[in-house]
């Protein structure tokens, strides 16, 4: 089928932890892939993309990279800080249309 | 700087109200999507507006209808609004979608409650 995946949430970090929230996707072909993030009684904001394989997108420190081997994109960080705390989710593109599929979502929370 | 704005950001309805949620953009984006979220399942796709003059059902259309009024308004309408569709609504927008790789924008959303 065509979905996206998400580990399951909620992820509690202390500030300065390292983040990793793992995505992955079936697709026919290679479609776009997304993150996005929700801040409290927001709507989404891009947080960053890629368009193939083997890109690398990258914002804010966050960074992810488009892994056709494994149908994965997983979300990573250095060194978060309390600000990060948000809903973040994975999705991709579905036709032509621009339509997103996206990924139940994970909650992070980090701590001072 | 508006870029994706929904009107309006609360409501409350009794089972059975009829009520229309308005979205307009201003970015010339010729595709335009309403989107529900719901605890643990991320965002579904209602319906979506491809262009200017075309609808098509989402994922989850039952319950809804749409209507593209011109480029900037897509509204979503609730006919007879029923518990199972309390949620929180958004609406987005994208640049064309051939074979499109581009990100949609999004509003801040409605959180309408059905009692």
């Known amino acids: 089928g065509n979905s996206v995946t998400q580990m399951e949430g909620p992820v509690t970090l202390s500030e300065e932890a390292f983040l990793t929230i793992n995505c992955t996707y079936t697709a026919t072909g290679y479609p776009s892939l997304f993150w996005y993030v929700q801040y409290p009684g927001e709507g989404l904001q891009l947080l960053l993309k890629?368009?193939?394989?083997?890109d690398k997108g990258s914002n804010k420190g966050f960074e992810a990279t488009y892994r056709k081997e494994t149908t994965s994109f997983h979300l990573e960080k250095g060194s978060v800080q309390v600000s990060d705390s948000a809903v973040y989710f994975c999705a991709r593109i579905s036709g032509n249309t621009g339509k997103l599929i996206f990924g139940q979502g994970t909650t992070l929370q980090v701590k001072p | 700087n508006a870029g994706v704005t929904q009107t309006p950001k609360f409501q409350v309805l009794k089972t059975g109200q009829s009520m229309t949620l308005q979205c307009a953009q201003d970015?010339?984006?010729?595709?335009m999507y309403w989107y529900r979220q719901d605890p643990g399942m991320g965002l579904r796709l209602i319906y979506y507006?491809?262009?200017?003059?075309?609808?098509d059902k989402g994922e989850v259309p039952n319950g809804y209808n749409v209507s593209r009024l011109n480029k900037r308004e897509f509204s979503l309408r609730l006919e007879s609004a029923a518990p199972s569709q309390t949620s929180v609504y958004f609406c987005?927008?994208?640049?064309?979608?051939?074979?499109?790789?581009?990100?949609?924008?999004f509003g801040d959303g409605t959180r309408l409650s059905i009692l």
């Open positions: 507006s491809a262009s200017e003059g075309t609808t």
């Open positions: 890629a368009t193939k394989a083997d």
């Open positions: 970015m010339n984006h010729n595709s």
């Open positions: 987005a927008s994208s640049v064309p979608g051939q074979g499109s790789n581009q990100p949609q924008h």
